[in-house]
């Protein structure tokens, strides 16, 4: 039997596979090497992972995760997983390598992920090519569910919402501004926090100063990144659960540029089942 894991940065899918069909399904937290230890990792998996798998033989494990983005960090997942799944075969990759196995299969294709973060690569049917450095929230993941949340807050505190919206914001999640710029500046993981506001805008999204900041963020996504691939001659595929909420808006802004927008998934899990089992 083979596992597999599409981990994000809040939260890891696991699927038990058995020639192409799904035996089970399993959620933990999110596990990016960056921001965790492997003896951390491997912790929390014997209590939320291994329960559930513990009675199958296990021949391969693929996970594929936000942050597996270099040897350094790829042994740390590596070796969470040794202490808990001691599988003869182990794989290791970024969640952009799961995103273009599992959206394009082997064919060659312009693969993006947009949730928490955002990245994308063009990928040749068998390897990733060419990707721009999606640079983090700071700095680029733009479109992103933590860049979208960004651009809500600041909109927010500099009065740039339609009148009563601020409000609406601030008492839905029960917060302050003093809140806001604390959990931002001086509490951990400020990414997911600002992420979490994602529902409120697709709640608003009807509202004109809702409307304009997504579909801005999405415009800058394209332009940014998407636009340096040769996008004319392929098909864009998109994962993510930023991507899935927001398709209708994402195939709207990206035929506007000339782009030719192909799956939209929520995840590329179901595409990965298929691959492995070719």
């Given at each position: 039997?083979?596992?597999l894991a599409?981990?994000?940065s809040t939260k890891v ?5 058995d020639?192409?069909?799904?035996i089970t399904q399993?959620?933990?937290k999110?596990a990016?090497p960056f921001?965790r230890t ?10 939320d992972?291994l329960?559930?798998?513990g009675?199958?033989?296990?021949e391969e494990v693929?996970?594929f ?5 270099n040897p350094?960090k790829?042994?740390i997942?590596e070796q969470?997983?040794?202490?808990v799944i ?5 794989e290791v990759?970024?969640d952009l390598?799961a995103?273009?196995?599992g ?9 993006c992920?947009i949730g928490?973060?955002s990245n994308?690569?063009?990928y040749d ?5 060419d990707?721009v450095s999606?640079?983090g929230?700071?700095?680029?993941d733009e479109?992103s569910?933590a ?12 009065n ?5 919206l601020?409000?609406?914001?601030l008492?839905?999640?029960?917060l ?7 959990r931002?500046?001086?509490q951990p993981?400020?990414?997911r ?15 004109p100063t809702?409307?304009?900041l997504?579909?801005?963020a999405f415009r800058?996504?394209f332009?940014?990144n998407v636009?340096q691939y040769?996008?004319q001659?392929?098909?864009v595929?998109?994962t993510?659960?930023?991507?899935w909420?927001?398709?209708?808006i ?8 000339g782009?030719?927008?192909g799956?939209?998934s929520?995840?590329p ?5 298929e691959?492995?089992?070719?």
């Amino acid at each position: 039997m083979i596992l597999l894991a599409d981990g994000g940065s809040t939260k890891v899918d696991w699927r038990v596979v058995d020639h192409g069909k799904q035996i089970t399904q399993i959620f933990t937290k999110g596990a990016n090497p960056f921001f965790r230890t492997s003896g951390e990792i491997a912790e929390e998996w014997k209590e939320d992972l291994l329960p559930f798998i513990g009675k199958y033989t296990i021949e391969e494990v693929h996970f594929f995760g936000a942050g597996c983005a270099n040897p350094e960090k790829n042994a740390i997942i590596e070796q969470a997983i040794v202490q808990v799944i001691p599988a003869p075969v182990i794989e290791v990759g970024s969640d952009l390598v799961a995103a273009a196995r599992g959206l394009c299969g082997r064919e060659k294709g312009i693969a993006c992920i947009i949730g928490t973060g955002s990245n994308s690569c063009f990928y040749d049917g068998q390897e990733i090519r060419d990707n721009v450095s999606p640079l983090g929230y700071i700095l680029g993941d733009e479109g992103s569910g933590a860049v979208l949340g960004k651009l809500l807050v600041g909109a927010c505190l500099k009065n740039q919402l339609t009148p009563g919206l601020k409000e609406k914001f601030l008492e839905q999640y029960q917060l302050t501004p003093a809140a806001i710029l604390d959990r931002v500046y001086k509490q951990p993981l400020p990414n997911r926090f600002l992420a979490s506001f994602s529902p409120f805008l697709t709640q608003h999204i009807g509202d004109p100063t809702v409307y304009a900041l997504v579909t801005q963020a999405f415009r800058e996504f394209f332009i940014r990144n998407v636009m340096q691939y040769d996008y004319q001659q392929h098909e864009v595929h998109l994962t993510g659960s930023v991507a899935w909420h927001y398709r209708e808006i994402l195939f709207t802004v990206a035929t506007g540029l000339g782009i030719r927008p192909g799956k939209i998934s929520q995840s590329p899990m179901e595409g990965l089942i298929e691959y492995y089992n070719q």
